[in-house]
Structures are given as structure tokens and as C-alpha cells.
């Protein structure tokens, strides 16, 4: 396709997880240590699609060809320019922030990709995107997509008090990470609220807009939590420790999953990785940015985040660091130990 840039070291497998991200404006930064995380912990290969705009392509071939080759071999990427295929271009441009609106093209634009996880930019996996891929075995014969409650507790919930529009479930649900059953979507004819019969994601995404854009606070999300409340059977619902947020602690911690198990994917919304509010997302985010590569996880990794979060325990979110360290300790054994049974292999066939 016109403008877009592919770059691999070897052909697409179909083993491959697909993970696409969305970078305008100043996202740059926070887009590649997203990929990071990714390349870090997971242990499938794993193909990129990054949608950006032009002057953003040259700054993020440069940043990962300086990857070194142990982890660029673990992916693949293709970069995309920002298109949208039905209405105006400029008007979903600005839905909400810039270029979010282009992850409800995607079923359309990837036409050749089965499955995949969209992700915003400032999303921090703390396992393998392996695990998070499995949900998609989990898809009853009528979901096509998965999210994560965009509240625990509906009293305190943005959609169930100030909500203009339908919504999903009693509180919305959050579209910072969500999976997708492309070939699904793309074969669905949807309930919707403007003719009797069913549309196509394609031919819904227009009308929805217009008869709903003076209702809309949330852009993309809003629109996404429309659909499924016309098709609710359509949507599979997973726990908050696979979006967590600073909702989910700044109030006091309404996770259940994530005291459990541990937080699995860290979504700092609300620029709390570039401001003082919340400091316990701003250190994970500074020791993943800051982590050599190819230097031991625990020295580089573990043990400064543990150092970085004796100076949060002040806070909401900094009082349960086990919620944010139980799953990235974890991951980072199971790494460790593969290594170790790799390099005890590779040396007893000598």
C-alpha cells in the first residue's frame, strides 16, 4: 500500500502476535518504550504495526534499528501513515486526541491480519503479550473483541454518572487496550441505533459518529461503547489487572485481579508518567525507559524499581507495591530460567 514502510529480518509467521499502536504529536517516547516492554518480556515473535504521522516514520526506523540485534530479531514493524476510509479525514483527526479515532479503522486497513491487540501509547507490559494473546481462545462464537470495565465501582465511575450517550455494561468499558478478532469484525453485521437492519464496521463508523459527536467526551472510546451496547454479546469482558490505571489505586485499590495476581498491563492515562501526581507509574515507566538492554533484568530492572518505590509509599498507589511488582518479578524468573535452560542445553550437547 502506498506509504507504508515494512521492515523485518525474515517473512511474517503465522505464529506471529500482531500489535498495532497509534503515535501523533508528541508520542514518540512513550510509543518505543510500549514496543520495549513488549520485546523485553515476550516470547513469540511479534509483528508491530505503527500508525504515525510523517514526520514521526524517519525518528522511529532510526530509534529501533539502534536495538540491539538479540531483540530485533524478535519482531517485525511496518509504519503506516494515519488514513481514514469513510468521512472526513480531518474531523476524526481531531476526535478526541490526535489520530486516536485511527484504531476504528483497523479491521478496514489491516485486511490481511486475523487478530490483535491495539494498545495506546503509554501502555507498559509487565508479562508476555503471549499471555494476554491466549484470551483470544476464550472467544465464545459471538465475541469479536475484549476490554476492560473502564470502572470497578460504579458510583465512582465516569460513564454511569455523566454519561450522555449508551454505554456498555453498568460502568463502559476502557479501549487503551484492546483485543481484537479482525476477520470477525469485518464479517459482523452490527446492531446499531439508526436503521432497522444490521451495518458493517465500516459502514456504522460514519453515521454513529455524526448522530452522536455532540454527546461524545471520550472520542474513539465513546463511540466503541456505543457499538457494544447495541451488541453486547459481541464483546468479552477481561479483569482490570489487564488495564490498570490510576483509577484503580488513587482512590484507594479497586482491583481485585491486580491484588491477586499482580498488575499485567500498566496504563498510565492521565500523563501520569510525565507529572509528580502519580509516582509509581512514572517509576515504572523511567525504569523500563532506562533499562540497558542487554543488562541482567533483576540488577537493571527489579531492584531499581523497588529502590524507586520506597519513595512513593506517601501515596495511594505507592502503599501496594506488591500489586505493581508481583507480575513483573515473576516474569522476570521465568525469562531468567529460560535463559538458564537454553545455556545448560546449549552446553551439554558439547
Same mark, same amino acid.
Given at each position: 500500500?502506498?506509504?507504508?514502510?515494512?521492515?523485518?529480518?525474515?517473512?511474517?509467521?503465522?505464529?506471529?502476535?500482531?500489535?498495532?499502536?497509534?503515535?501523533?504529536?508528541?508520542?514518540?517516547?512513550?510509543?518505543?518504550?510500549?514496543?520495549?516492554?513488549?520485546?523485553?518480556?515476550?516470547?513469540?515473535?511479534?509483528?508491530?504495526?505503527?500508525?504515525?504521522?510523517?514526520?514521526?516514520?524517519?525518528?522511529?526506523?532510526?530509534?529501533?534499528?539502534?536495538?540491539?540485534?538479540?531483540?530485533?530479531?524478535?519482531?517485525?514493524?511496518?509504519?503506516? &501513515?494515519?488514513?481514514?476510509?469513510?468521512?472526513?479525514?480531518?474531523?476524526?483527526?481531531?476526535?478526541?486526541? &490526535?489520530?486516536?479515532?485511527?484504531?476504528?479503522?483497523?479491521?478496514?486497513?489491516?485486511?490481511?491480519?486475523?487478530?490483535?491487540?491495539?494498545?495506546?501509547?503509554?501502555?507498559?507490559?509487565?508479562?508476555?503479550?503471549?499471555?494476554?494473546?491466549?484470551?483470544?481462545?476464550?472467544?465464545?462464537?459471538?465475541?469479536?473483541?475484549?476490554?476492560?470495565?473502564?470502572?470497578?465501582?460504579?458510583?465512582?465511575?465516569?460513564?454511569?454518572?455523566?454519561?450522555?450517550?449508551?454505554?456498555?455494561?453498568?460502568?463502559?468499558?476502557?479501549?487503551?487496550?484492546?483485543?481484537?478478532?479482525?476477520?470477525?469484525?469485518?464479517?459482523?453485521?452490527?446492531?446499531?441505533?439508526?436503521?432497522?437492519?444490521?451495518?458493517?464496521?465500516?459502514?456504522?463508523?460514519?453515521?454513529?459518529?455524526?448522530?452522536?459527536?455532540?454527546?461524545?467526551?471520550?472520542?474513539?472510546?465513546?463511540?466503541?461503547?456505543?457499538?457494544?451496547?447495541?451488541?453486547?454479546?459481541?464483546?468479552?469482558?477481561?479483569?482490570?489487572?489487564?488495564?490498570?490505571?490510576?483509577?484503580?489505586?488513587?482512590?484507594?485499590?479497586?482491583?481485585?485481579?491486580?491484588?491477586?495476581?499482580?498488575?499485567?498491563?500498566?496504563?498510565?492515562?492521565?500523563?501520569?508518567?510525565?507529572?509528580?501526581?502519580?509516582?509509581?507509574?512514572?517509576?515504572?515507566?523511567?525504569?523500563?525507559?532506562?533499562?540497558?538492554?542487554?543488562?541482567?533484568?533483576?540488577?537493571?530492572?527489579?531492584? &531499581?524499581?523497588?529502590?524507586?518505590?520506597?519513595?512513593?509509599?506517601?501515596?495511594?498507589?505507592?502503599?501496594?507495591?506488591?500489586?505493581?511488582?508481583?507480575?513483573?518479578?515473576?516474569?522476570?524468573?521465568?525469562?531468567?530460567?529460560?535463559?538458564?535452560?537454553?545455556?545448560?542445553?546449549?552446553?551439554?550437547?558439547?
Amino acid at each position: 500500500k502506498p506509504g507504508e514502510q515494512k521492515h523485518s529480518k525474515q517473512p511474517s509467521s503465522l505464529q506471529c502476535m500482531h500489535l498495532a499502536v497509534v503515535a501523533c504529536g508528541d508520542r514518540l517516547e512513550e510509543t518505543l518504550i510500549m514496543l520495549k516492554s513488549a520485546v523485553l518480556f515476550s516470547n513469540r515473535r511479534l509483528c508491530f504495526h505503527i500508525f504515525a504521522e510523517d514526520s514521526l516514520k524517519s525518528e522511529f526506523e532510526k530509534k529501533l534499528k539502534e536495538w540491539p540485534s538479540s531483540y530485533t530479531k524478535k519482531f517485525e514493524y511496518t509504519i503506516y &501513515p494515519i488514513t481514514f476510509s469513510v468521512g472526513n479525514a480531518q474531523e476524526w483527526k481531531k476526535l478526541f486526541k &490526535p489520530c486516536a479515532a485511527q484504531r476504528l479503522f483497523l479491521p478496514v486497513i489491516l485486511k490481511d491480519v486475523d487478530s490483535l491487540l491495539y494498545v495506546d501509547t503509554d501502555v507498559l507490559f509487565l508479562r508476555p503479550i503471549d499471555d494476554i494473546w491466549h484470551i483470544l481462545k476464550e472467544f465464545n462464537s459471538t465475541q469479536l473483541a475484549a476490554m476492560a470495565p473502564e470502572h470497578e465501582i460504579p458510583k465512582i465511575g465516569w460513564y454511569s454518572r455523566f454519561a450522555r450517550h449508551p454505554y456498555y455494561g453498568t460502568t463502559g468499558v476502557n479501549s487503551g487496550v484492546m483485543l481484537m478478532n479482525l476477520t470477525r469484525i469485518r464479517n459482523t453485521q452490527f446492531k446499531n441505533s439508526m436503521i432497522p437492519s444490521g451495518l458493517t464496521w465500516e459502514e456504522m463508523l460514519y453515521p454513529l459518529y455524526q448522530k452522536y459527536k455532540n454527546y461524545i467526551t471520550w472520542g474513539d472510546q465513546d463511540l466503541l461503547n456505543i457499538i457494544f451496547y447495541f451488541n453486547p454479546e459481541c464483546l468479552y469482558v477481561f479483569p482490570c489487572q489487564w488495564n490498570y490505571r490510576p483509577d484503580h489505586c488513587m482512590y484507594g485499590s479497586n482491583c481485585k485481579g491486580a491484588e491477586e495476581e499482580g498488575v499485567s498491563i500498566l496504563h498510565g492515562n492521565r500523563g501520569v508518567y510525565h507529572d509528580d501526581k502519580q509516582p509509581t507509574f512514572k517509576a515504572l515507566y523511567e525504569v523500563i525507559r532506562d533499562f540497558p538492554f542487554e543488562d541482567n533484568l533483576f540488577q537493571s530492572l527489579y531492584y &531499581p524499581l523497588q529502590s524507586k518505590f520506597l519513595d512513593t509509599v506517601h501515596t495511594l498507589c505507592g502503599r501496594i507495591p506488591q500489586v505493581f511488582l508481583k507480575q513483573i518479578e515473576k516474569t522476570m524468573k521465568k525469562v531468567y530460567e529460560n535463559r538458564v535452560i537454553v545455556y545448560l542445553g546449549a552446553n551439554h550437547r558439547y
